[in-house]
Nanobody
Framework: QVQLVESGGGSVQAGGSLRVTCVAS????????VAWFRQAPGKERESVAA????????YYADSVKGRFTISRDNAKNTVYLQMNNLKTEDTGVYYC?????????????????????WGQGTQVTVSS
């Protein structure tokens, strides 16, 4: 069983930066695809970015390309999301999610269903 714990959220002004972190416990972290999703108040949860197990393949939502960078350190069972040039529309609860290789397909990286494991989320608030 994999458990995910997010941290690093907070409040920042537009144009600023934050890094959120997801630490996993449990077996076989290095085999998992890990993604970040977010949910703003009154809106549906949306995908932000994902990273394959080796770290050499990443995916990004169009809204964050060029501003966010996802990375991982398998030795530390950790995935990072570096967020630069933040906008007010980036506000939301950021969730870390993980998918086993048996369930993951690149075409589905932005969908919720491949991800069996979810964290509790960390709040990111961007003010103007």
């Amino acid at each position: 069983q994999v458990q995910l714990v997010e941290s690093g959220g907070g409040s920042v002004q537009a144009g600023g930066s934050l890094r959120v972190t997801c630490v996993a416990s449990g077996p076989n972290f290095s085999s998992l695809t890990v993604a970040w999703f977010r949910q703003a108040p009154g809106k549906e949860r949306e995908s932000v970015a994902a990273i394959r197990r080796s770290g050499n393949i990443t995916y990004y939502a169009d809204s964050v390309k060029g501003r966010f960078t996802i990375s991982r350190d398998n030795a530390k069972n950790t995935v990072y999301l570096q967020m630069n040039n933040l906008k007010t529309e980036d506000t939301g609860v950021y969730y870390c999610a993980a998918a086993t290789p048996y369930l993951f397909s690149p075409a589905d990286w932005a969908r919720s269903h491949p991800y069996s494991y979810w964290g509790q989320g960390t709040q990111v608030t961007v003010s103007s």
